[in-house]
């Protein structure tokens, strides 16, 4: 029987740590749960554009993301054969150009998953769709024609975008002269085993300080984690959980979070691995989530695909509010804060009945994030069923 056919366009070679490599295979899973044979692909469109994580330093040689594609993508289903790795040198590691332009043919769909990725031979598979996981960041430099990602995102044609409150009256992101589709991050649940043992675990985050510039549109700045995170940096001395944050970015500043009672975890022990990375959110108590202050500035109805995870390990989530209350069901397994207080009072409100909340937080991700309903509905939403 024939099976329908998706090319997504990917990072988790580019950038070889657990988070990222699980937010492409849970698209992979999601998509093979709905009955497409997925080929993956991923393309080098600058030097130093490939993370080393034995030297710590970004590469332009492919050799690193070779390998751990190699490795990562047959155990969910993808051989040699099903993935395609394109250099600075044009060269095409694993199916080999042949094979590649064969599958862009005959493909239902191709999806880039927020790399910002071209090269002409996707315009062998006439439907084109972008999926935006960075809002207010992405639109901004596609209105002021930031160089290669408004290069890349105009030969497509289909516009999605995790910032799902775009066009409501008090989100800011602008449309940059572009129809965007709502569309949530997606999960593979069946990943991820749920309990409820993380009763006696520390609260645990893991974010970037800052990972570039701010922007300004219309006035206004819009920046990074480290400006949101300072709104619960004295949380420590607030709760009787440990608080633990591995934590990354160089100009970070562990020593003054140690001084404030943060346990600083190294990022790339929790992330080298998807096993670690899993053991790390099964250890927890629950997840505070720390959002872009873009992404609570702009009101954007973001929420975190890391955030996903504990939800699908079943811990529950103390979300940073991005205006998430009109467009997803808070308060069991998954509660809103704006500001310190708040984030004391929702750990106050899953410590009185952490199962509960637990078996919220499993729920609500198979509801809404599940990468199968995710996709089902993207597809849909394009007309391309």
Not at 109 to 114: I, P, R
Request: with cysteine; hydrophobic share 40%.
């Amino acid at each position: 029987m024939h099976r329908p056919v998706a090319v997504l366009i990917g990072f988790a070679g580019k950038l070889p740590l657990a988070g990222m490599a699980l937010a492409n295979v849970h698209c992979i899973v999601g998509l093979h749960e709905l009955g497409y044979h997925v080929h993956y692909v991923e393309h080098q469109d600058r030097p130093d554009d490939c993370y080393d994580p034995h030297t710590r330093q970004m590469t332009s040689d492919p050799a690193v993301a070779t390998a751990f594609l190699d490795t990562l993508l047959p155990q969910y289903g993808l051989g040699p054969a099903d993935y395609s790795f394109i250099d600075l040198r044009n060269e095409c590691h694993g199916s080999g150009w042949d094979r590649l332009n064969e599958t862009l043919r005959r493909a239902d769909f191709v999806m880039d998953l927020g790399n910002a990725s071209w090269f002409d031979e996707l315009e062998l598979c006439p439907r084109r769709a972008f999926a935006d996981v960075d809002p207010m960041f992405t639109q901004v430099a596609l209105l002021n024609a930031n160089g290669d990602k408004t290069s890349a995102v105009g030969h497509y044609d289909m516009f999605f975008t995790e910032g799902v409150r775009i066009g409501k009256p008090d989100c800011t992101i602008p449309t940059a002269g572009r129809q965007w589709i709502p569309a949530r991050t997606a999960i593979a649940t069946s990943l991820w085993r749920a309990d409820a043992r993380g009763g006696d675990g520390p609260l645990t985050t893991l974010m970037n300080w800052s990972s570039g510039s701010e922007i300004t549109f219309e006035g206004r700045s819009y920046g990074y984690k480290n400006r949101e995170f300072e709104r619960v940096v004295d949380l420590p001395s607030r709760v009787d959980k440990p608080c633990v944050i591995a934590l990354g970015g160089r100009n970070a500043p562990r020593d003054r979070l140690r001084g404030l009672g943060w346990q600083i975890a190294d990022p790339l022990a929790v992330t080298g691995s998807i096993p670690a990375y899993q053991e790390f959110i099964a250890g927890s108590f629950a997840d505070l989530g720390i959002a872009k202050h873009a992404y609570v500035e702009s009101q954007s109805g973001w929420f975190s695909d890391r955030s996903t995870c504990y939800m699908a390990a079943g811990r529950p989530v103390l979300h940073q509010n991005t205006g998430l209350a009109d467009c997803l069901p808070v308060g069991e397994g998954v509660l809103l804060f704006n500001d310190a207080d708040e984030a004391v009072e929702a750990l106050r409100e899953v410590e009185l009945d952490y199962e509960r909340h637990s078996r919220a937080a499993r729920a609500l991700a198979e509801e809404h994030f599940e990468a199968s309903k995710v996709f089902r509905g993207m597809i849909e939403a394009a007309g391309w069923s």
